[in-house]
C-alpha cells in the first residue's frame, strides 16, 4: 500500500500535477445544472407545440383528402417537434448525469425525470398557448418551416378537395368574401349557414368544408371557427391591399 502512496506521489512531483480550487468544480456542476434547465425548457417548448397540433388538428377531415384514417393521422404527426423533442432530452439525460450527484441515478430515473419535467412544463405552456404562438410564428416567418412541419396548417388549403380557409371581409346576401394566405381572394357561398352561425365575421378567420366551383369561388357545406390554419393576420394590417385585390 505504501508503495503505491509512493509511486503516486511521484507521479505528481513528475508531471507537476496540481489540485483543481473548489470553485472550479463547483462552476463546473451549475454549468451541468443549468445545461439540464436549457435542455428541459426547450423540451417542453417541443411538447407544448405537440399538445397543440395533437388538440387542434381536425381528426375527421381525412375523408375530404381522400386519405385512410391512419394514413392521415401518420402524415399529421408533428415528427419535427419529437426529434425535436428526443434531441432536447437526450441532452438533458447527458447533462443530469454530469452533475455532482448524477452518477447516483440509474439511466431509467433520469430518463422519466426528464419526460416527466418536460411533459409537466409543456403542459402548463400550453395553458398560455406557447406552443401556439411559437408554432404560428415559425410558420408565418419560415416557409421552410411550413414545408418540412406545416401539414397541419396547410391541410386547410385545399380548395381542390373541398377544404377552404381565410380572413372574412366581407359578408351579405349569403355570401362571403375571404383572402386567403396567398393573398387570393374567395367568393364563398355559404347560404343560409352564414345567417344561422355566429362564426362568420368580418375580420376573423374561418374555415369552409364544401366545394370549389371557379376559380375564385367556393360553395360552402360546413363552416368551423378560424383556429389552426388560418390566417391570422388582423384585417387592419392588410385593409390597405383589399381593395385593389377584390377588384
Given at each position: 500500500?505504501?508503495?503505491?502512496?509512493?509511486?503516486?506521489?511521484?507521479?505528481?512531483?513528475?508531471?507537476?500535477?496540481?489540485?483543481?480550487?473548489?470553485?472550479?468544480?463547483?462552476?463546473?456542476?451549475?454549468?451541468?445544472?443549468?445545461f439540464f434547465?436549457?435542455?428541459?425548457?426547450?423540451?417542453?417548448?417541443?411538447?407544448?407545440?405537440?399538445f397543440f397540433?395533437?388538440?387542434?388538428?381536425?381528426?375527421?377531415?381525412?375523408?375530404?383528402?381522400?386519405?385512410?384514417?391512419?394514413?392521415?393521422?401518420?402524415?399529421?404527426?408533428?415528427?419535427?417537434?419529437?426529434?425535436?423533442?428526443?434531441?432536447?432530452?437526450?441532452?438533458?439525460?447527458?447533462?443530469?448525469?454530469?452533475?455532482?450527484?448524477?452518477?447516483?441515478?440509474?439511466?431509467?430515473?433520469?430518463?422519466?425525470?426528464?419526460?416527466?419535467?418536460?411533459?409537466?412544463?409543456?403542459?402548463?405552456?400550453?395553458?398560455?398557448?406557447?406552443?401556439?404562438?411559437?408554432?404560428?410564428?415559425?410558420?408565418?416567418?419560415?416557409?421552410?418551416?411550413?414545408?418540412?412541419?406545416?401539414?397541419?396548417?396547410?391541410?386547410?388549403?385545399?380548395?381542390?378537395?373541398?377544404?377552404?380557409?381565410?380572413?372574412?371581409?366581407?359578408?351579405?346576401?349569403?355570401?362571403?368574401?375571404?383572402?386567403?394566405?396567398?393573398?387570393?381572394?374567395?367568393?364563398?357561398?355559404?347560404?343560409?349557414?352564414?345567417?344561422?352561425?355566429?362564426?362568420?365575421?368580418?375580420?376573423?378567420?374561418?374555415?369552409?368544408?364544401?366545394?370549389?366551383?371557379?376559380?375564385?369561388?367556393?360553395?360552402?357545406?360546413?363552416?368551423?371557427?378560424?383556429?389552426?390554419?388560418?390566417?391570422?393576420?388582423?384585417?387592419?394590417?392588410?385593409?390597405?391591399?383589399?381593395?385593389?385585390?377584390?377588384?
Amino acid at each position: 500500500m505504501a508503495e503505491i502512496a509512493k509511486k503516486t506521489l511521484e507521479k505528481i512531483k513528475e508531471e507537476k500535477i496540481t489540485p483543481e480550487p473548489k470553485w472550479k468544480f463547483f462552476l463546473t456542476d451549475w454549468a451541468y445544472w443549468g445545461f439540464f434547465a436549457f435542455t428541459i425548457v426547450f423540451g417542453s417548448l417541443s411538447f407544448s407545440v405537440i399538445f397543440f397540433v395533437l388538440r387542434e388538428s381536425d381528426w375527421d377531415i381525412y375523408r375530404y383528402l381522400h386519405h385512410g384514417p391512419w394514413s392521415f393521422t401518420l402524415e399529421l404527426l408533428p415528427y419535427f417537434w419529437i426529434a425535436s423533442l428526443s434531441f432536447f432530452l437526450f441532452l438533458a439525460i447527458i447533462n443530469f448525469h454530469h452533475t455532482k450527484h448524477g452518477y447516483r441515478f440509474t439511466p431509467t430515473l433520469i430518463v422519466g425525470l426528464s419526460i416527466l419535467l418536460s411533459a409537466l412544463l409543456g403542459a402548463s405552456l400550453s395553458l398560455i398557448k406557447a406552443g401556439e404562438v411559437l408554432d404560428d410564428a415559425l410558420f408565418e416567418n419560415y416557409p421552410t418551416y411550413g414545408k418540412i412541419a406545416g401539414f397541419h396548417r396547410t391541410v386547410w388549403n385545399d380548395p381542390e378537395n373541398g377544404l377552404l380557409n381565410g380572413l372574412v371581409i366581407s359578408k351579405e346576401d349569403g355570401t362571403v368574401k375571404i383572402i386567403d394566405r396567398n393573398k387570393k381572394v374567395w367568393e364563398v357561398n355559404c347560404s343560409s349557414l352564414c345567417e344561422e352561425t355566429d362564426i362568420v365575421k368580418i375580420g376573423v378567420p374561418a374555415r369552409f368544408i364544401g366545394e370549389q366551383t371557379g376559380s375564385n369561388s367556393f360553395s360552402a357545406e360546413e363552416i368551423r371557427p378560424g383556429k389552426i390554419g388560418a390566417p391570422p393576420l388582423p384585417l387592419k394590417i392588410i385593409r390597405p391591399k383589399l381593395k385593389m385585390l377584390i377588384n
